[in-house]
T-cell receptor
């Protein structure tokens, strides 16, 4: 148990669906991140939030929309996804700061787009 | 940008054997972490080690930042050590993960 919880663990959605991934951390961290892990590719950083403000968006398509209502919760809203968006989506958190410090990851949401 | 390489890409060990995993990076880094991704996909933080040596049970890690590499040692391997081991570096405000070493420990 890392202190970072993601739900759901598995998600299958159609290309016209709208769904959301949720991440919650109980570590007192103020920085949260979304990562994407596709098959046979390195982990890719998608979004960074520091103190609820988005500080990094690594050229992620607009069909992925993050939301950080408070320092403990992070969402990734999904709409009109493509099959190539199928991947493991990982949330992480770390201590405050502009740059990453020691990061702790959730269990991930395995997303399949059909 | 910075390149991160890991070796070997795949490793099969007999239970009880020792191993060394390597992470090379092409530029100076501010931070470095080692993670273990279990077969269910979860990334577990092993070491936060921008420099020096740390030990935690059967695992230890050494980072020589001036020579741009880090090593992860696994001693007396167990089947539960199976999975993918990633190093991640932070350089110039970017975090880059290596491609990973896939480890299989067989009984």
């Amino acid at each position: 148990e890392t202190g970072v919880t993601q739900t759901p663990r598995h998600l299958v959605m159609g290309m016209t669906n709208k769904k959301s991934l949720k991440c919650e951390q109980h570590l007192g961290h103020n920085a949260m991140y979304w990562y994407k892990q596709s098959a046979k590719k390195p982990l890719e950083l998608m979004f960074v939030y520091n103190f609820k403000e988005q500080t990094e968006n690594n050229s992620v398509p607009s069909r992925f929309s993050p939301e950080c209502p408070n320092s403990s919760h992070l969402f990734l809203h999904l709409h009109t996804l493509q099959p190539e968006d199928s991947a493991l989506y990982l949330c992480a958190s770390s201590r405050p700061g502009v740059m990453h410090t020691e990061a702790f990851f959730g269990q991930g949401t395995r997303l399949t787009v059909v | 940008g910075i390149q991160v390489e890991q070796s070997p890409p795949d490793l099969i060990l007999q239970e009880g054997a020792n191993s060394t995993l390597r992470c090379n990076f092409s530029d100076s880094v501010n931070n470095l972490q080692w993670f273990h991704q279990n077969p269910w996909g979860q990334l577990i933080n092993l070491f936060y080690i921008p420099s020096g040596t740390k030990q935690n049970g059967r695992l230890s890690a050494t980072t020589v930042a001036t020579e741009r590499y880090s090593l992860l040692y696994i001693s007396s391997s167990q089947t539960t050590d199976s999975g993918v081991y990633f190093c991640a570096v932070e350089s110039r405000d970017k975090v880059i993960f290596g491609p990973g070493t896939s480890l299989s420990v067989i009984p």
